[in-house]
């Protein structure tokens, strides 16, 4: 077990990498286009790289940044608000400035640009990406949509019973299908790898946020994989929906798929979470063992019925129509 957790972490820091070199042998490069280069490879953007605000508002200040830094009283500023979009126009490195010694020169357009520190311009936007967006949304929202779900289930839980009638969930009493299992096992496994890549090689985390894609073949090979496991799952998700929908009523199934939901958001922050402290690796193999066995046991179907070909356990009565089945 031991070996199995160090070659993966060995994987992780071998095989995480962009691949950014050939510019020190390029001997026809300016030393400001190398120092665009080598800041480019540390922060991430450079000139021209699109910025989207997703803040109130962010104040530019129109005077170039100097060693002797004017008070904000004594600068003159631009504002420029959320939906803008933004473009870098020019970097500035200040290393006397104790605040931040990185300024940053945007431009909204002709009329409206200035400087600003790096760390607050990074606090209010976003690269201008959907991909990038998106992960900013998911990263900060993704605790209250579980919440929000969780009650849903729940009260849709209570509701089934008091009116006395089954309730299909998956692990716990599941169709006859492999599909949720297969998704379930899908987002945890996700869920564990995208936790060692923040944990191990955040910056390689970092740099996808800037540079989002989703070609998994453009990618390092651990990035790959964890984009080839996010196409994965949307293909699962949809083979589940409509398996569930063939084989329950749209009211069970309305039910089942908000439970799946739920289950998968579960997993999600579970192995998230447990991976960061070392316990989601054994934690994912001992939940994908017990879910395996329990789908073989008590849910997998082998046979068809041969009147209303629904998917059956066992050859005798269908439950479904009556049939018998021999």
């Known amino acids: 077990m031991k070996r199995f957790f160090g070659g993966l972490v060995l994987?992780?820091?071998?095989s995480c990498y962009y691949q950014r070199g050939g510019y020190e042998d390029q001997w026809d490069l300016t030393e400001s286009t190398l120092d665009s280069l080598d800041f480019a490879a540390t922060?991430?953007?450079?000139?021209?790289?699109?910025?989207?605000v997703i803040g109130d508002s962010l104040l530019l200040q129109e005077q170039r940044p100097l060693h002797n830094l004017p008070s904000p009283e004594q600068a003159s500023v631009k504002t420029v608000y959320k939906r803008d979009r933004l473009v870098v126009a020019d970097i500035a490195v200040i290393p006397e400035d104790s605040v931040d010694s990185v300024w940053v020169k945007v431009a909204r357009d002709q009329?409206?640009?200035g400087w600003v520190h790096e760390q607050d311009l990074l606090k209010t936007v976003v690269p201008d990406d959907s991909i990038s967006r998106f992960i900013y949304v998911f990263s900060n929202k993704h605790l209250i949509y579980f919440l929000s779900l969780l009650s849903v289930v729940s009260v849709a839980y209570v509701i089934?019973?008091?009116?006395?009638?089954?309730?299909r969930m998956v692990h716990l009493d599941d169709i006859g299908s492999c599909y949720p299992l297969l998704l379930c096992l899908c987002v945890s496994g996700a869920a564990v790898l995208y936790a060692s890549i923040q944990h191990f090689v955040p910056d390689t985390w970092v740099e996808?946020?800037?540079?989002?894609?989703?070609?998994?073949?453009?990618?390092?090979p651990v990035l790959g994989t964890f984009i080839a496991l996010v196409w994965l799952i949307l293909l699962l998700a949809i083979a589940a929906t409509e398996d569930v929908l063939q084989q329950l009523s749209w009211s069970e199934a309305f039910l089942y798929l908000f439970a799946l939901l739920g289950m998968c958001t579960l997993c999600y922050l579970f192995f998230s979470i447990a991976t960061l402290y070392y316990v989601g690796y054994p934690c994912l193999l001992l939940y994908a063992g017990v879910a395996l066995w329990r789908y073989y046991m008590y849910s997998?179907?082998?046979y068809?019925?041969?009147r209303c070909g629904a998917k059956i356990r066992r050859k005798g009565r269908c439950p479904h129509c009556g049939a018998l089945n021999e």
């Open 300 to 302: 997998r179907c082998d």
């Open 304 to 306: 068809l019925c041969g």
């Open 208 to 220: 996808y946020y800037f540079h989002p894609t989703l070609n998994p073949f453009a990618l390092p």
């Open 11 to 14: 994987l992780l820091f071998t």
């Open 43 to 52: 922060h991430h953007y450079t000139d021209n790289f699109n910025f989207y």
């Open 160 to 167: 089934r019973r008091m009116m006395r009638k089954r309730f």
């Open 111 to 113: 009329y409206t640009m």
